[in-house]
């Protein structure tokens, strides 16, 4: 088999294995070893332009170890450290896949992870409505929301939004042939994004979708590809509208969307709901250099910050705090200018930073540093953008030796 072709192998079986995550370790870390050893017998190549993300990183982690030293001897502040260093290296190597067969390695990607959404989300369908009485492993809160093959609800949901948009975009530009196909692929993992009843998932989904729409729409260089953009728009509305409605002809569905579809929950509010804990925590933090160490809050506070920004100070001090603030500044700048970059692989980059982009903002009300799939988009992230600089100054170079 050439190489190009196993690496490609097990890119699929990297994302694929992903749809299993309440097992430590889970699938995916195994693969990731296995698929990392793989690159490295069969060629990775280092790029200077990953040294700003590398040093961020290791800046971030750093101040982990820091706030650590108290709680060396505690297995769980041990192993979340350890967790942090493990995530950073899996967005590192993702950076360096990017920069050869770039689309080859991102068709198996995306393929993979589709494949892991439908299993995910056929999961999720089973433990909400209790099929095989495999209800209590599948859910969670007395079976109220679906977790599927997650831990938590509050993971599945945000996980469900790439692949979902990855079908979006290929809807949108024509990108499949089988359009029925992949509209029933859309719904069914919309309807495993529903039953896990995250609010913060609805909304990066939403943001997901109206972002893919609209740089779908700006990046298009003909009026016929915009009016088929605009078209599919008002179809695919009309299509969750429909979804919706045959969803909340179940009880159980719709008793429990009116609970959720509420902005303000009643561990939000109050002195000791998420945000009053969140205000009280930022004088401590700001008297405590080193942090309150890694799970600590929840310990000190009472719960855990539910807020990425404010566990970045928490849980890896200020060193980490900083790091992390300067990593999502850095993200930002480098997505946005990515994705309006005309490269072979604009039509990847537009779905990965619609989803990337929205999480980022779930942040602050979610602790989202140890989900996998974040540090995947971001390091997809970043491999696109380096990958997209050294294609541009390329084609440059030929145009200057051509003329």
């Known amino acids: 088999m050439p190489a190009h072709s196993l690496q490609r192998a097990f890119l699929f079986a990297l994302t694929g294995s992903s749809f299993l995550a309440f097992i430590e370790p889970s699938p995916y870390e195994v693969m990731f070893v296995v698929c990392a050893l793989v690159f490295i017998a069969t060629g990775l190549k280092m790029v200077r332009e990953v040294s700003l993300l590398l040093g961020l ?11 650590l030293l108290p709680y060396f001897d505690e297995t ?5 450290v350890a967790i942090s260093f493990y995530l950073g290296v899996t967005a590192i190597f993702l950076v360096l896949v990017m920069q050869d067969d770039t689309s080859g390695r991102l068709r198996a990607l995306e393929t993979g992870y589709i494949f892991a959404a439908l299993l995910a989300s056929l999961a999720a369908m089973i ?8 209800g209590d492993m599948l859910t969670r809160y007395d079976g109220t929301r679906a977790s599927g093959t997650f831990k938590d609800p509050n993971v599945l949901g945000p996980f469900l939004v790439l692949p979902a948009v990855f079908i979006v975009q290929r809807l949108l530009t024509g990108a499949t042939k089988r359009f029925v196909l992949g509209t029933a692929m859309l719904g069914f993992i919309t309807v495993g994004l529903l039953l896990t009843f995250s609010r913060g998932a609805w909304g990066v989904f939403a ?6 729409v609209g740089l779908n729409f700006v990046v298009s260089r003909t009026g016929r590809m915009r009016a088929r953009i605009v078209f599919f728009m008002a179809l695919g509305v009309a299509a969750m509208v429909a979804a919706l409605a045959i969803a909340l ?3 159980k569905v719709s008793e429990m969307l009116e609970t959720r579809a509420s902005f303000s929950q009643n561990y939000d509010s109050g002195e000791t709901g998420r945000f ?5 925590s930022i004088p401590i933090l700001l008297e405590s250099p080193n942090g309150m160490g890694p799970l600590q809050f929840a310990r000190i506070m009472g719960a855990d910050p539910h807020n990425v920004y404010i566990n970045g100070f928490a849980a890896y001090g200020w060193l980490g705090g900083w790091a992390y603030l300067a990593l999502i500044a850095t993200t930002l700048v480098v997505g946005w200018r990515g994705v309006f970059q005309r490269t072979p692989w604009q039509p990847w ?4 930073w619609a ?3 929205p999480q980022i903002v779930q942040g602050l009300q979610i602790d989202s540093d140890h989900w996998r799939h974040f540090w995947l988009l971001l390091g997809l992230t970043w491999g696109l953008a380096i990958a997209n600089e050294r294609w541009l100054r390329s084609q440059a170079d030929a145009r200057v030796a051509a003329a």
Do not use: H, T
């Not at 990183?57 to 706030?67: E, K, M, Q």
């Not at 769980?76 to 979340?80: A, E, R």
């Not at 433990?127 to 495999?134: S, W």
């Not at 943001?207 to 893919?212: I, K, R, Y």
């Open 355 to 357: 989803s990337l982009f």
């Open 349 to 352: 980059f537009i779905p990965i």
């Open 76 to 80: 769980k502040p041990v192993m979340f």
């Open 207 to 212: 943001l997901a979708s109206l972002l893919v």
């Open 57 to 67: 990183l290791l800046a971030y982690n750093i101040g982990g170890l820091f706030s």
């Open 276 to 280: 009053g804990l969140q205000k009280r």
């Open 249 to 251: 002809s179940f009880d």
């Open 127 to 134: 433990g909400f409505f209790d099929i095989a009485g495999l």
